[in-house]
């Protein structure tokens, strides 16, 4: 897993109470990430999900019904 660092101003979540990691809604890439890593009996960060600190956190999780990919163009906008 990647370290919980805000994916939009790199600040170093602290405290997971105050942001946290958000999945969205997964693509067919990410289905089929999920199987490969369950076949092979790996783990690791999905590509559906992101942490996002305190200022970013619930703008992502108003958005987590749409892709990573959807939500973060409107994230950063």
Known sequence: ????ICCICYKRLD???KGGLIY???RLSDK???KRMEE????????YAEWFCEDHY????ELK???IVEAMNLIKA
Not at 1 to 4: G, S
Not at 40 to 47: C, F, R, S, T
Not at 58 to 61: G, H, I, N, V
Request: charged share 30%; glycine share 8%.
């Open 65 to 67: 019904h749409l892709t």
């Open 58 to 61: 619930a703008k992502a999780k």
């Open 24 to 26: 969205f809604k997964k």
């Open 1 to 4: 897993m990647k370290p919980p």
């Open 15 to 17: 405290n997971l109470d």
């Open 40 to 47: 092979n009996g790996m783990v690791g960060h999905p590509p």
């Open 32 to 34: 089929k990430w999920d």
